[in-house]
């Protein structure tokens, strides 16, 4: 059985990040991280409530953001009485030791929030989703620090274990382990990567969050109502915990200072395995260099084509994606029209489970297949689609296809979709229909070499380019380039980015300074 190869690729631009997984070369998940973001899935807010909503049983709590956050009753922790104490107690000045506190009675499925919570109470919360569209973020009064192999939940009190470890064995050995260093009114989950680890991994692991959840009492004593009380790890970070195992072959980063971060940090988590972790110095931009530019411009648009002809036409609504599969020109008239149209579905499935992860997909996802007759064909298909999405890390159920050949699948939303615009408007008329002429393009190009070279006395210059450009003034024994040196003296550097736009262009100084150049629209069409 053919092992699939795993590449973490980095990309770190001064406040933004932006994360690719690769599988077997190819993109499958694409993440990004700004520096500037106020809040994150994990994140812990000191909040207040803002307004009670009987009839929707929920409130809306201010936790410094422009959207108020919403809390359903069913996003309260059983524990919330006695949470709440607790954050009281703490603000007046006590110690902050959960295993002297004594447990409030348990809510009940069927209570009122208004019984619970009131207006301009403070409100220790846990984002669950980010804000999406319209809507505010989701929060939750069940706080819990994930670390590499054990999940902390204060006020919890039970030792849970993930479904997904199998031994009998094993699971009786970590149940036993995790009973022993478990900390009073302390609830732990031991995590799927906690299988083999050792009583020296979890403890230290354990040590980690309880530091996490005596940071956030000790800020509570003095923090002002509302206000951030803790911030899960970078995105990078995270990724890393949750999604890197020793079957990844590579981790590329463009970033020496996030390259040594990442290194000590695996070779915590993975003693002795740390040199995956690769800086990448050449001068051709990551996303370039592994074709993730190019497979991201392929991918995101409205239709999406597959090697073999058949296309797909993706589809976002405010309620659902729907996903349409056509044939194309995939089709052999040498078998039946059930057996195409087999080929086809499974074809289109392998690309679909690729999408939905790469896209982000959330909510409701209805997928139009080609119609197939046989209930054998619909079985097959059905489960095809659940091996493919098992790779899928988000928590999601897929249903069998209908009478009408629709397969419905539901995905956990906590975040944005990602959407990429991939096309291009025209950088020489911006959308208005009028250019000058093209044959006047390369004296524009060489107009501004000399006005930097011979009037603002530029040293060097570097201009980044159009993989055609760069083809056009770079070809041939005398080339074009080669002519500016003989007239300028000077060599001009050129690069070939991809994510240039056609008749875009950049240029730099000796310093790979942008040289911001005011582009003449104003004479288009003149």
Same mark, same amino acid.
């Given at each position: %059985?053919?092992?699939?190869?795993?590449?973490?690729?980095?990309?770190?631009?001064?406040?933004?990040?932006?994360?690719?997984?690769?599988?077997?070369?190819?993109?499958?998940? &694409?993440?990004?991280?700004?520096?500037?973001?106020?809040?994150?899935?994990?994140?812990?807010?000191?909040?207040?409530?803002?307004?009670?909503?009987?009839?929707?049983?929920?409130?809306?709590?201010?936790?410094? @953001?422009?959207?108020?956050?919403?809390?359903?009753?069913?996003?309260?922790?059983?524990?919330?009485?006695?949470?709440?104490?607790?954050?009281?107690?703490?603000?007046?000045?006590?110690?902050?030791?959960?295993?002297? %506190?004594?447990?409030?009675?348990?809510?009940?499925?069927? +209570?009122?929030?208004?019984?619970?919570?009131?207006?301009?109470?403070?409100?220790?919360?846990?984002?669950?989703?980010?804000? &999406?569209?319209?809507? +505010?973020?989701?929060?939750?009064?069940?706080?819990?620090?994930?670390?590499?192999?054990?999940?902390?939940?204060?006020?919890?009190?039970?030792?849970? =274990?993930?479904?997904?470890?199998?031994?009998?064995?094993?699971?009786?050995?970590?149940?036993?382990?995790?009973?022993?260093?478990?900390?009073?009114?302390?609830?732990?989950?031991?995590?799927?990567?906690?299988?083999?680890?050792?009583?020296?991994?979890?403890?230290?692991?354990?040590?980690?969050?309880?530091?996490?959840?005596?940071?956030?009492?000790?800020?509570?004593?003095?923090?002002?109502?509302?206000?951030?009380?803790?911030?899960?790890? *970078?995105?990078?970070?995270?990724?890393?915990?949750?999604?890197?195992?020793?079957?990844?072959?590579?981790?590329?980063?463009?970033?020496?200072?996030?390259?040594?971060?990442?290194?000590?940090?695996?070779?915590?988590?993975?003693?002795?395995?740390?040199?995956?972790?690769?800086?990448?110095? *050449?001068?051709?931009?990551?996303?370039?260099?592994?074709?993730?530019?190019?497979?991201?411009?392929?991918?995101?648009?409205?239709?999406?084509?597959?090697?073999?002809?058949?296309?797909? =036409?993706?589809?976002?609504?405010?309620?659902?994606?729907?996903?349409?599969?056509?044939?194309?020109?995939?089709?052999?008239?040498?078998?039946?029209?059930?057996?195409?149209?087999?080929?086809?579905? &499974?074809?289109?499935?392998?690309?679909?489970?690729?999408?939905?992860?790469?896209?982000?997909?959330?909510? &409701?996802?209805?997928? *139009?297949?080609?119609?197939?007759?046989?209930?054998?064909?619909?079985?097959?298909?059905?489960?095809?689609?659940?091996?493919?999405?098992?790779? *899928?890390?988000?928590?999601?159920?897929?249903?069998?296809?209908?009478?009408?050949?629709?397969?419905?699948?539901?995905?956990?939303?906590?975040?944005?979709?990602?959407?990429?615009?991939?096309?291009?408007? @025209?950088?020489?008329?911006?959308?208005?229909?009028?250019?000058?002429?093209?044959?006047?393009?390369?004296?524009?190009?060489?107009?501004?070499?000399?006005?930097?070279?011979?009037?603002?006395?530029?040293?060097?210059?570097? =201009?980044?380019?159009?993989?055609?450009?760069?083809?056009?003034?770079?070809? +041939?024994?005398?080339?074009?380039?080669?002519?500016?040196?003989?007239?300028?003296?000077?060599?001009?550097?050129?690069?070939?980015?991809?994510?240039?736009?056609?008749?875009?262009?950049?240029?730099?100084?000796?310093?790979?300074?942008?040289?911001?150049?005011?582009?003449?629209?104003?004479?288009?069409?003149?």
């Amino acid at each position: %059985m053919h092992e699939t190869s795993k590449d973490l690729i980095i990309s770190s631009q001064q406040n933004e990040t932006h994360i690719a997984l690769l599988e077997d070369q190819k993109l499958v998940e &694409i993440h990004h991280e700004k520096s500037t973001d106020q809040l994150a899935v994990g994140d812990i807010f000191l909040g207040k409530i803002k307004k009670i909503m009987p009839g929707l049983n929920a409130a809306f709590v201010d936790i410094g @953001c422009e959207k108020e956050a919403f809390i359903h009753f069913l996003d309260l922790a059983t524990q919330t009485p006695t949470l709440n104490e607790f954050v009281s107690k703490v603000r007046e000045g006590g110690k902050g030791d959960i295993g002297q %506190m004594t447990f409030q009675p348990s809510l009940e499925k069927a +209570g009122k929030i208004s019984s619970v919570l009131s207006s301009g109470q403070p409100l220790l919360v846990q984002v669950t989703k980010e804000p &999406i569209n319209t809507k +505010g973020a989701r929060v939750t009064t069940e706080i819990s620090f994930a670390g590499r192999y054990l999940v902390l939940v204060p006020f919890f009190d039970k030792v849970s =274990i993930s479904q997904k470890i199998k031994g009998s064995e094993e699971r009786k050995r970590l149940r036993k382990i995790v009973q022993g260093i478990k900390p009073k009114h302390f609830g732990i989950i031991i995590r799927t990567n906690a299988a083999g680890a050792t009583l020296e991994d979890l403890t230290a692991d354990l040590k980690q969050l309880l530091s996490k959840w005596k940071s956030v009492v000790t800020k509570l004593r003095n923090a002002a109502v509302p206000s951030k009380m803790a911030s899960e790890m *970078d995105k990078t970070f995270l990724l890393i915990r949750d999604m890197v195992d020793e079957s990844f072959n590579t981790i590329y980063t463009d970033s020496p200072s996030l390259y040594q971060e990442i290194k000590e940090y695996f070779g915590q988590v993975f003693s002795g395995n740390k040199n995956i972790v690769k800086l990448y110095k *050449d001068s051709t931009p990551i996303f370039e260099h592994f074709n993730i530019a190019k497979q991201i411009k392929g991918s995101f648009g409205k239709i999406v084509s597959i090697k073999s002809g058949i296309y797909l =036409i993706i589809e976002q609504t405010e309620a659902m994606h729907v996903i349409d599969v056509n044939s194309g020109n995939k089709l052999n008239a040498n078998q039946s029209e059930e057996q195409n149209a087999i080929e086809v579905n &499974i074809e289109a499935a392998i690309e679909i489970a690729r999408q939905i992860r790469l896209r982000n997909l959330g909510g &409701i996802i209805i997928i *139009d297949f080609i119609d197939m007759d046989l209930a054998a064909n619909r079985t097959l298909l059905y489960n095809k689609m659940k091996e493919l999405m098992a790779a *899928d890390k988000t928590r999601h159920t897929i249903l069998p296809l209908s009478k009408f050949g629709l397969m419905q699948i539901t995905r956990q939303r906590v975040q944005q979709a990602n959407v990429f615009d991939t096309a291009e408007q @025209c950088p020489t008329c911006q959308g208005t229909g009028k250019i000058k002429p093209s044959i006047l393009f390369e004296e524009e190009i060489v107009n501004r070499i000399e006005f930097l070279f011979q009037k603002n006395n530029a040293k060097r210059l570097t =201009i980044y380019l159009h993989p055609y450009l760069y083809a056009y003034f770079t070809k +041939g024994l005398i080339s074009k380039r080669l002519k500016w040196f003989f007239t300028y003296h000077k060599w001009v550097r050129l690069e070939s980015h991809q994510e240039l736009q056609l008749l875009d262009y950049k240029f730099f100084n000796q310093d790979m300074e942008e040289i911001v150049l005011v582009t003449p629209h104003s004479e288009h069409g003149l």
